[in-house]
């Protein structure tokens, strides 16, 4: 009930491409989505996130699209760079507590 | 806005040991911090939520005596490994919450020898 299915599990998307990552949640109580984006050895930082009475936001290359009826969303990155090459967290939040997912490692290629 | 900040970022010690980590909120208050563990190439492990002025609340089977959190500011959390062992290298990371968005700190590299 409390899970957040991510996937892939890894990533690997040449420069100027779309990198797709895909979460599913099963608590309909969630009302709040964030992703985060984590160097190795750094702490996370927010991307961009999404609550689930809209269906999309974009916030420069990056865009969440939310499907709440499927329990769904996913995060898009457009014209994937070199420097984008982290990993991926989305989570699941419905009281103060996140639910994260278990991470996208992304490899963009030069 | 919203910076967190640790120390410190990395400590090795030895067996036995205790160890504190500071987590700071630089230019805003947190009333809710939280604070995670992660172990290599797995995703963040939430330990407990830490609320000021009050008792910490820690996830089921985290060790409250063994894992000590204090948040005695609005700014201030401090989480102190006590009697360290090597099982609990590992990299610890706060948050402190704005609203329903956590800021994460850097990080704090812990190594038990």
């Known amino acids: 009930q409390q899970q957040v299915k991510q996937s892939p599990q890894s990533l690997i998307v040449q420069k100027g491409g779309i990198s797709i990552i895909n979460c599913a949640y099963e608590?309909?109580?969630?009302?709040?989505f964030p992703w985060y984006q984590q160097f190795p050895g750094k702490g996370p930082a927010l991307l961009i996130a999404?609550?689930?009475?809209?269906s999309e936001k974009k916030e420069g290359r990056f865009t969440i699209s939310f499907n709440k009826s499927a329990k769904q969303f996913s995060l898009h990155i457009m014209d994937s760079q070199p420097g984008d090459s982290a990993t991926y967290f989305c989570?699941?939040?419905?009281?103060?507590?996140?639910?994260f997912g278990t991470g996208t490692r992304l490899k963009v290629l030069a | 806005g919203a910076v967190v900040s640790q120390h410190p970022s990395r400590v090795i010690c030895k067996s036995g040991t205790s160890v504190k980590i500071e987590c700071r909120s630089l230019?805003?208050?947190?009333?809710?911090m939280f604070w995670y563990r992660q172990f290599p190439k797995q995703s963040l492990m939430l330990m407990a939520t830490?609320?000021?002025?009050?008792?910490?609340?820690?996830e089921q089977g985290v060790e409250k005596d063994k894992f000590l959190i204090n948040h005695a500011s609005l700014t201030l959390s401090t989480l102190t490994v006590t009697s360290a062992h090597p099982e609990d290298s590992s990299f610890y990371i706060c948050?402190?919450?704005?609203?329903?968005?956590?800021?994460f700190g850097p990080g704090t590299r812990l190594t038990v020898l």
């Open positions: 999404i609550r689930p009475d809209v």
């Open positions: 230019d805003f208050q947190a009333t809710t």
């Open positions: 948050s402190a919450r704005v609203g329903d968005t956590q800021y």
């Open positions: 830490s609320n000021e002025g009050s008792k910490a609340t820690y």
């Open positions: 989570a699941g939040s419905g009281t103060y507590k996140y639910i």
């Open positions: 608590n309909t109580a969630f009302d709040y």
